[in-house]
């Protein structure tokens, strides 16, 4: 979510192998959110490291580069116990979370070796919504339905949506991962490439620790600082997590997945969710359909959207639950959704589309639907970050403005693609697509 891990990217999404055992008896990988495309990764700063950038008789082996950086590290956080101690977090506390805390290399590769790719949208549905993942998905709902339904009568939230969160954050809690996560975030926060985030993130683990929730021992989750069955970051369970049955400690790091489970359900609530409506649906679109009309920033009652043509994948006129937007990930040749306000919602648990959907499409497979009818494009493949960024610098010199070249397609790329598209004869629908990309070089 963007406030929970306030990294990730509104496209994309990079799939970890997770395992899922004694869930039907399958593995399957839990997608991962990719992190929002960043500048290059700089190599590590010689000054950081303290090694001369003069050439030496031999270079350092690695052994020798960890306990430099280790060496750096230390006097980092003891420049950092003031800051902590001055934000209400005690030195008995910070003693105990940094007690044999070093300098976690296999941290650093992860955040500086992310693919540039991401996947497109229907190889991502693939894993996150996968037979063996709506099938164990069923049987963990059918597992917790008491507590799930007792979760959704308190906070007014579909508890199947919740379950598909659950799902595809930690694999039905399998994996919730292991890292420290005093050390990764201190790690991240001395690196210093989003040091600011990382060591708010930091800070507000420490209070974690400091309430008694948990010990730092067993305060373990992704190497990016996520935590527990649906990975929030500390300061998302500062603001929102829940001690469901009133025992006293707000445990989401267990394999009991009920304070995991009531924290999701009251972070969608307290967004903002409309109980007992959807996420949104698969549409089909008339011949002739206004492609200038797609994307989020249009909304239409669904009594307009149905005079324009639009109907549920099974024919239907467009339910209405508010105004709502078309949306086309995959463009013209994809699938089509009409999307309410929960759509927007689940958005803050995370902003890319295709996760959005991923958790909104699972958790109505987890119901009882079918799958997509639609196909995609599958034959396309997606554009790296940097291919993203020449999109956008050739299509400002050619006069249609993106406002900005950062690698993110959003509406003013999307809306900039969709004039050039009308310009070339092309379907304007405002996919960027590697064909997009050879037309403008």
Same mark, same amino acid.
């Given at each position: 979510?963007?406030?929970?891990?306030?990294?990730?990217?509104?496209?994309?999404? $990079?799939?970890?192998? $997770?395992?899922?055992?004694?869930?039907?008896?399958?593995?399957?990988?839990?997608?991962?959110?990719?992190?929002?495309?960043?500048?290059?990764?700089?190599?590590?700063?010689?000054?950081?490291?303290? %090694?001369?950038?003069?050439?030496?008789?031999?270079?350092?082996?690695?052994?020798?580069?960890?306990?430099?950086?280790?060496?750096?590290?230390? =006097?980092?956080?003891?420049?950092?116990?003031?800051?902590?101690?001055?934000?209400?977090?005690?030195?008995?506390?910070?003693?105990?979370?940094?007690?044999?805390?070093?300098?976690?290399?296999?941290?650093?590769?992860?955040?500086?070796?992310?693919?540039?790719?991401?996947?497109? %949208?229907?190889?991502?549905?693939?894993?996150?919504?996968?037979?063996?993942?709506?099938?164990?998905?069923?049987?963990?709902?059918?597992?917790?339905?008491?507590? $799930?339904?007792?979760?959704?009568?308190?906070?007014?939230?579909?508890?199947?949506?919740? +379950?598909?969160?659950?799902?595809?954050?930690?694999?039905?809690?399998?994996?919730?991962?292991? !890292?420290?996560?005093?050390?990764?975030?201190?790690?991240?926060?001395?690196? =210093?490439?989003?040091?600011?985030?990382?060591?708010?993130?930091?800070?507000?683990?420490?209070?974690?620790?400091?309430?008694?929730?948990?010990?730092?021992?067993?305060?373990?989750?992704?190497?990016?600082?996520?935590?527990?069955? +649906?990975?929030?970051?500390? &300061?998302?369970?500062?603001?929102?997590?829940?001690?469901?049955?009133?025992?006293?400690?707000?445990?989401?790091?267990?394999?009991?997945? !009920?304070?995991?489970?009531?924290? !999701?359900?009251?972070?969608?609530?307290?967004?903002?969710?409309?109980? =007992?409506?959807?996420?949104?649906?698969?549409?089909?679109?008339?011949?002739?359909?206004?492609?200038?009309?797609?994307?989020?920033?249009?909304?239409?009652?669904?009594?307009?959207? &149905?005079?324009?043509?639009?109907? +549920?994948?099974? =024919?239907?006129?467009?339910?209405?639950?508010?105004?709502?937007?078309?949306? $086309?990930?995959?463009?013209?040749?994809?699938?089509?959704?009409?999307?309410?306000?929960?759509?927007?919602?689940?958005?803050?648990?995370?902003?890319?589309?295709?996760?959005?959907?991923?958790?909104?499409?699972?958790?109505?497979?987890?119901?009882?639907?079918?799958?997509?009818?639609?196909?995609?494009?599958?034959?396309?493949?997606?554009?790296?970050?940097?291919?993203?960024?020449?999109?956008?610098?050739?299509? &400002?010199?050619?006069?249609?403005? +993106?406002?900005?070249?950062?690698?993110?397609?959003?509406?003013?790329?999307?809306?900039?693609?969709?004039?050039?598209?009308?310009?070339?004869?092309?379907?304007?629908?405002?996919? &960027?697509?590697?064909?997009?990309?050879?037309?403008?070089?």
């Amino acid at each position: 979510m963007t406030e929970r891990l306030g990294i990730f990217a509104r496209t994309g999404l $990079l799939l970890a192998g $997770l395992a899922a055992p004694g869930l039907a008896g399958a593995v399957e990988s839990s997608p991962r959110p990719l992190s929002r495309p960043d500048a290059a990764a700089a190599p590590m700063r010689l000054a950081m490291l303290n %090694i001369s950038p003069r050439p030496r008789a031999r270079p350092l082996d690695e052994r020798e580069v960890q306990r430099v950086a280790n060496s750096g590290f230390q =006097g980092w956080i003891r420049s950092f116990r003031p800051r902590a101690l001055a934000a209400g977090v005690s030195p008995s506390t910070f003693a105990r979370a940094f007690d044999g805390i070093h300098y976690n290399t296999d941290v650093i590769s992860r955040d500086r070796n992310q693919s540039e790719f991401t996947k497109q %949208i229907w190889d991502y549905l693939d894993s996150a919504v996968s037979d063996t993942r709506v099938s164990n998905g069923r049987e963990a709902y059918r597992r917790h339905r008491s507590l $799930l339904r007792e979760i959704e009568a308190r906070y007014k939230v579909d508890a199947h949506v919740v +379950t598909a969160i659950w799902g595809l954050e930690s694999a039905y809690g399998s994996h919730k991962g292991r !890292t420290p996560i005093v050390e990764a975030l201190a790690t991240l926060a001395y690196d =210093g490439r989003r040091g600011r985030f990382f060591e708010q993130q930091l800070v507000a683990a420490l209070k974690i620790i400091e309430s008694g929730d948990t010990a730092p021992r067993d305060m373990t989750g992704s190497w990016a600082g996520a935590m527990g069955h +649906t990975q929030f970051i500390p &300061t998302s369970y500062l603001a929102y997590a829940q001690d469901f049955r009133g025992d006293g400690r707000r445990g989401i790091w267990g394999e009991d997945p !009920t304070d995991g489970l009531a924290s !999701t359900a009251n972070y969608l609530a307290r967004h903002g969710w409309a109980y =007992g409506h959807p996420w949104g649906m698969e549409v089909t679109l008339p011949r002739g359909f206004d492609y200038a009309l797609a994307g989020e920033r249009v909304k239409k009652s669904a009594a307009e959207w &149905t005079r324009m043509g639009v109907r +549920t994948a099974d =024919g239907r006129a467009v339910p209405d639950f508010g105004r709502a937007s078309i949306l $086309l990930p995959a463009g013209a040749r994809g699938a089509a959704f009409v999307i309410y306000k929960n759509f927007h919602v689940i958005e803050r648990y995370n902003a890319a589309d295709a996760y959005v959907i991923a958790v909104g499409h699972l958790g109505d497979r987890i119901r009882g639907a079918g799958a997509l009818r639609a196909g995609w494009p599958r034959n396309d493949r997606g554009l790296s970050v940097t291919e993203r960024k020449e999109m956008q610098q050739r299509l &400002t010199a050619r006069g249609y403005d +993106t406002q900005g070249v950062d690698g993110i397609i959003g509406p003013n790329t999307i809306a900039a693609v969709r004039a050039f598209q009308a310009s070339q004869g092309m379907v304007p629908d405002g996919y &960027t697509s590697l064909e997009i990309l050879r037309r403008l070089r």
